[in-house]
């Protein structure tokens, strides 16, 4: 099968091969795939690899608002003037670091996902409002390489958890999205460096108050236009888990859309303790749990 195959790639005896499709043809072929599928496609011959680098190949699987994402990202407004379609599309798969303002500067990350095209957005920690964030009696911030902004919030004990952030101004393509806070019950044992079965171990015996009342969690878009809640206790022990707050959907990718988001336990009847707060992740409400596990690697 496989030297049929070659035959098909490169024919000597004056028939037609796959060899012999032009590059506009293939380019043809191309844009009805995906990413992955034209990358692949691309080792074939000649023709597929000069058409996989056709710009309009790639402008279909760019999302709508690739432009914003260059100038706002990248930091470059003729980028999408100078560089290839494939390039852009490159550039941006990566996860790269944004701000919108100085006082978030690395702590909000955007990229795409690299099958889809689809937008994600990360917002860490660091860019958020947390009630007693500065005082170490509660909380303490701890190296970690299971997130990606290389730090966590680490919550010791309180009576009163309050968190608030918002993202300014992002144009989302048209689409619903939802968004999640990336927690976990119990302390990481990151200076320990101690596994078990291949898998870190987490310290989660002192763990407390999360099973008396439920944790609200709350979305609302610009100009309150749109508004999402829900409540859960937090059971999930000894590992990183996504909380869905709510979703929200853009209409129209030209007009910039304001997110604020909110997780609160404010029942001061008991404390709570030995928490841990990476990020908040906000993505297309079709990719679900795919995206959410690369979260956690």
């Not at 690899?49 to 994402?69: H, I, Q």
């Not at 500067?105 to 964030?133: F, H, P």
């Not at 101004?169 to 291949?198: E, M, N, R, V």
Request: include cysteine.
């Amino acid at each position: 099968m496989g030297a049929g195959f070659s035959d098909l790639l490169d024919r000597d005896d004056g028939r037609t091969s796959l060899g012999d499709v032009p590059e506009s043809c293939a380019a043809s072929i191309l844009v009805c795939l995906d990413p992955p599928e034209i990358c692949r496609l691309a080792g074939l011959n000649r023709a597929f690899r000069g058409a996989s680098w056709a710009d309009f190949v790639w402008e279909t699987k760019l999302p709508s608002n690739y432009k914003f994402l260059v100038e706002k990202v990248l930091g470059d407004k003729t980028t999408p003037e100078k560089s290839s379609r494939k390039e852009i599309y490159s550039r941006l798969c990566a996860p790269n670091c944004f701000a919108d303002d100085e006082n978030k500067v690395g702590n909000e990350m955007v990229w795409l996902e690299k099958s889809s095209g689809k937008v994600c957005v990360l917002v860490s920690y660091k860019a958020m409002r947390i009630t007693g964030i500065d005082d170490r009696r509660y909380w303490t911030h701890i190296p970690s390489d299971e997130s990606r902004f290389k730090q966590i919030a680490y919550l010791q004990q309180t009576w009163w958890l309050e968190v608030v952030g918002e993202l300014d101004d992002f144009h989302f393509p048209a689409g619903t999205y939802t968004l999640f806070f990336k927690l976990h019950l119990g302390k990481p044992s990151a200076a320990s460096k101690q596994f078990i079965g291949g898998r870190r171990v987490s310290s989660s015996d002192q763990v407390h108050g999360w099973d008396k009342k439920p944790v609200r969690f709350q979305l609302s878009t610009s100009n309150g236009r749109q508004t999402a809640s829900s409540e859960r206790y937090l059971a999930e022990q000894g590992s990183w888990a996504h909380y869905r707050a709510g979703e929200f959907t853009v209409d129209n990718p030209d007009v910039p859309t304001k997110i604020k988001f909110s997780m609160m336990q404010i029942d001061c009847t008991h404390t709570k303790g030995w928490l841990c707060l990476d990020s908040v992740l906000v993505c297309p409400k079709e990719l679900g749990d795919g995206v959410m596990m690369k979260q956690l690697i």
